[in-house]
Antibody
């Protein structure tokens, strides 16, 4: 059974930092591309970042480019998102999502971790 | 970035109804489109990928069609458990983008 479990969310001050983690199990993590997707309270889904299976290819949404950093540890079956220079508009539930077999759609999602940016 | 426009943004329907949701892309994306269902407080669930392929385990009352810029998600016979918000997503090119969502409510 595929499982994705996010952690690391919480309250951060504007300008602060957080590091999100996603622990993967039930599939061959090193063979699959991964993503982070977020959802602000009461709003729709927003793609945040993508990383290839080896970590050699990375993409970011313009809204987070230069502030967020995605990485992965295939030996630990873990995905990460480093959030720096946080803004109020970064407040959201952050989901890690596994890419499907054939293309960049998301066939499995974690339960999400809430990041709140407020002073 | 490719923009996805979903319509309607919300609809009211009864169990047993046929429901159609459309998603229009600002430029051609061939068949690079997926559909998701999201219930309150839960993560999204993949329903359809590559515009018309039904994800394993998803009931056959869900179907997708379209290519290029115009896509449709159809629920043939709405069930009580289908009341949720539905999103389209394009993966033809980065940045990946989502439609604004369609909330399906009980009439």
């Amino acid at each position: 059974e595929v499982r994705l479990v996010e952690s690391g969310g919480g309250l951060a001050q504007p300008g602060g930092s957080l590091r999100l983690s996603c622990a993967a199990s039930g599939f061959s993590f090193s063979n699959f591309e991964m993503n982070w997707v977020r959802q602000a309270p009461g709003k729709g889904l927003e793609w945040v970042s993508y990383i290839s299976s080896s970590g050699s290819s990375i993409q970011y949404a313009d809204s987070v480019k230069g502030r967020f950093s995605i990485s992965r540890d295939n030996a630990e079956n873990s995905l990460y998102l480093q959030l720096n220079s946080l803004r109020a508009e970064d407040t959201a539930v952050y989901y890690c999502a596994k890419v499907g077999t054939y293309d960049v759609y998301f066939d499995f999602w974690g339960q999400g971790t809430l990041v709140t940016v407020s002073s | 970035a490719i923009q996805l426009t979903q319509s309607p943004s919300s609809l009211s329907a009864s169990a047993g109804d046929r429901v159609t949701i459309t998603c229009r892309a600002s430029q051609g994306i061939t068949s690079g489109l997926a559909w998701y269902q999201q219930k309150a407080g839960k993560a999204p669930k993949l329903l359809i990928y590559d515009a018309s392929n039904l994800e394993s385990g998803v009931p056959s009352r869900f179907s997708g069609s379209g290519s290029g810029t115009d896509f449709t998600l159809t629920i043939s016979t709405l069930q009580p458990e289908d009341f949720a918000t539905y999103y389209c997503q394009q993966f033809n090119s980065f940045p990946v983008t989502f439609g604004g969502g369609t909330k399906v409510e009980i009439k």
